[in-house]
């Protein structure tokens, strides 16, 4: 009798385990969505401490030799040849604030593209990649009043740092960053 009762303690302990198994996928997905992690390039441009989502990013680059675009805009800084396609090279902080950012040793391009068209924007420096946890992101109240509110809507805090989010597409959305011409 021992050795059936033993055959069923176990029998119901795994019974136990799949339902516990099954609860977990009702309730699991909707938890996980809310706390996801979020992967990054973070960086600082124009003294700002901000973070671009990692698959936003296709390629950090050092800064090439710039080919000048006649009748463009100052913070089009010009094109540049990246294994044979030509490239957009935009000062992104210049554009938003009206100050130019310095190209210094530190200095480096983060490659985006929207469809057809890839684009460089110059950042000061990069810190590396980070993994933040979304439930960390909340809307941006370090950004909220500056010229660089339509583009950092969502910050992330990690320890005593703030990271705002820059916003790829609210950026390469906006008509006048876009073309680039003087009018």
């Known amino acids: 009798m021992q050795v059936g009762s033993e055959q069923n303690n176990a029998f119901r302990k795994l019974r136990e385990y799949h339902q516990r198994s099954l609860e977990f996928e009702k309730t699991g997905p909707a938890e996980q969505k809310q706390t996801t992690n979020w992967s990054g390039v973070i960086f600082r441009a124009g ?3 901000l973070i ?4 936003e990013i296709n390629e950090i680059l050092d800064i090439p030799t ?11 800084l010009g094109l540049a040849n ?3 396609h030509l490239v957009s090279v935009c000062d992104h902080m210049w ?3 009206g100050i130019r ?3 210094t040793t530190h200095s480096r391009l983060l490659l985006t593209d929207i469809p057809g068209h890839p ?6 420096e990069i810190f590396g990649q980070r993994h933040l946890n979304t439930k960390d992101s ?7 009043n500056t010229s660089l509110s339509n583009c950092v809507t969502q910050e992330y805090q990690a320890g005593d740092e703030t990271w705002g989010e820059l916003d790829l597409h609210s950026l390469l959305a906006d008509t006048q960053f876009m073309t680039g011409s003087i009018k």
């Open 138 to 144: 909340r809307q941006s109240k370090t950004y909220k």
């Open 101 to 103: 950012s310095p190209i």
């Open 52 to 55: 671009c989502g990692i698959d």
């Open 95 to 97: 554009f938003l604030t």
């Open 82 to 84: 990246v294994r044979g």
């Open 66 to 76: 710039l080919t000048p675009v006649p009748l463009s805009k100052p913070w089009l």
């Open 47 to 49: 003294g700002h401490r």
């Open 119 to 124: 684009v460089a924007l110059l950042v000061d």
